[in-house]
Structures are given as C-alpha cells and as structure tokens.
C-alpha cells in the first residue's frame, strides 16, 4: 500500500506560481508511475502530468506549458509548479501513484485546492 498526502494549495492571483507538493510513504517499491489530476467544479477530473520510473514526463495538452511535474527521490516527494496561474486553474488538485502491474492510478491522496482570483 502506498500513502499519498498534498500540500501546497491555496489562494493565488492570476499570474503567480505555486509549488505543490505529494509526499509518498509505503511501499514505495512497487510504484511504476505518478502523476498530478485536477478537478475543478462541475467538472470531471483530469489528469495533468505524468512521470514514470525512468524520469519520462507527459502533460495534458492544457499543461504543456505552464506545467512542471518533478520528483525528489530521496524526498520521496512528488512536485507539480504552475505557472502564470489563470482562475481556470482553480481545482482540487491530486497525486495519484500506479504500482508496477496495474493499469490504472490505485493510489490517491485527499487533494489540495489551488483557488486563482483574477
């Protein structure tokens, strides 16, 4: 089992930046893959970057941009910076893990709001 806790959300103007932040516990052998989703209200979740074991990365085409996902090894922390926020960034935003073997994101922390004022 692999425990996932957010933190780095909150309140930002448009046009800042933010750090957030997925700190893993468990059985972090097992994990193949991790990624950032978001869910914004009324809305269905998204998943907005990806980084498997060998460091590749991939984005939803609504993150390419101002989108870096990254991770500390040693940390065993998981990192997503957003850039020029915009309000339609506004979400709870989730790390998710996949353990080697699973095709779908069976790890799921409580999420953090990001909320972007214009």
């Known amino acids: 089992q692999v425990q996932l806790v957010e933190s780095g959300g909150g309140l930002v103007q448009a046009g800042g930046s933010l750090r957030l932040s997925c700190a893993a516990s468990?059985?972090?052998?097992?994990?193949?893959?991790m990624s950032w989703h978001r869910q914004a209200p009324g809305k269905q979740r998204e998943q907005v970057a990806a980084?498997?074991?060998?460091?590749?990365?991939n984005f939803a085409d609504s993150a390419k941009e101002r989108f870096t996902i990254s991770r500390d090894n040693d940390k065993n922390t998981l990192y997503l910076q957003i850039d020029n926020l915009k309000p339609e960034d506004t979400a709870v935003y989730y790390c998710a893990a996949r353990t080697t073997g699973r095709s779908t994101w069976d790890s799921w922390g409580q999420g953090t709001q990001v909320t972007v004022s214009s």
């Open positions: 468990g059985r972090l052998f097992t994990i193949s893959a």
């Open positions: 980084i498997i074991t060998s460091g590749r990365k």
